[in-house]
């Protein structure tokens, strides 16, 4: 993953030890031509899964989900996290705090378009402590669809989120591992 490695030294600002600003290439504004190429990374890592459906949080995740869910020929569902007007009544809610927002907010996503025969990948863009991941993962568990996984852009190894979930038997596949943003420096591990 140089290509990407290269792309967040490039492109990411390290706002402190434990967060790091995405907006020029993946939270605001998105290169076409380098979501793609995540998207077919993620679909080959999960091909032989019999994903049915790929599913992310609003709204970071919606490129690469989208760009994924091309590549392997299925739909993408993307949970909200505000409700509307036009809301499902019956939509499946969890309530999740955010760590980068700092705020909690619900998820919801729709019983009409995730159900038991469902193989789910889901998508994320960057893992935290992974509170929003472990959100969503219930509301496909009470949906009663199968996770084939979890596929993240960039994983903050230094907080729990990915390991804890590896723990509960969730495959996780990260693109990018960042180990540290000690001093304003990324750190990439393995």
Known sequence: MDWLKQQIIEEAVVVSDQVVRLDAMLTHQVNPALIMKMGKEFANRFKDKGVTRVVTLESSGIS??????????????????????????????????SFTKGIVTDIMMSRQY?????????????????????????????????????????????????????????????????????????????
């Not at 020929?73 to 505000?82: E, N, W």
């Not at 509960?168 to 000690?182: F, R």
């Open 64 to 97: 690469v989900a989208f760009a994924a869910a091309l590549e392997l020929g299925v739909p993408m569902v993307f949970a909200r996290r505000k409700k509307t007007l036009l809301a499902d009544p019956d939509a499946l809610c969890e309530r999740v705090p």
């Open 114 to 190: 995730i159900g038991e025969s469902d193989h789910v990948l889901f998508i994320d863009d960057i893992i935290a402590n992974g509170d929003a991941a472990r959100g969503l993962i219930k509301i496909i568990d009470r949906a009663g669809a199968k996770l084939a996984g979890l596929g993240v852009v960039i994983e903050k190894s230094f907080q729990a989120g990915a390991r804890t979930l590896r723990e509960q038997g969730v495959q996780v596949e990260s693109l990018v591992c960042i180990t540290s943003l000690e001093g304003g420096k990324i750190t990439f591990g393995e």
